[in-house]
């Protein structure tokens, strides 16, 4: 897993790069209790503001760590809002991203890294 500044977490399988918001970012927030996610063939420039999250505390924007197409969201999410909170790396994935370049998931943090910079 590699981890944005942002608080989003980027999972590499089969090619496609799996998306959501970290253990951190989901606390943060607070309860969430919806969800609006792009559209499946959506072309996403990097930090492009992609996915809505509304919590009791707050709203707020996920933006895209990549260029690329969106192939997949978590349609569960529209109904279940709440599985970012309870499990925010697994079940509570996004969305999973095709890119051009795969190198690129190199700029990103380790969890070591991710872990010192929220200190």
Known sequence: MKFTEEHEWLLLEDGLITV???KHASTELGDIVFIELPEVGTSVTKDEEIVVIESVKAASDILA????????VN????????????????DGWM??????????LEDFMSE????????
């Open 65 to 72: 760590p990549l260029d690329g197409e969106i192939v997949e």
């Open 95 to 104: 969305f999973k991203l095709k890119i051009e370049n795969l190198s690129d």
């Open 20 to 22: 959501g918001i970290t």
């Open 75 to 90: 349609e569960i999410l529209n109904d279940e809002p709440s599985k970012v909170n309870d499990d925010p790396t697994g």
């Open 112 to 119: 070591a890294e991710y872990n010192k910079f929220i200190g």
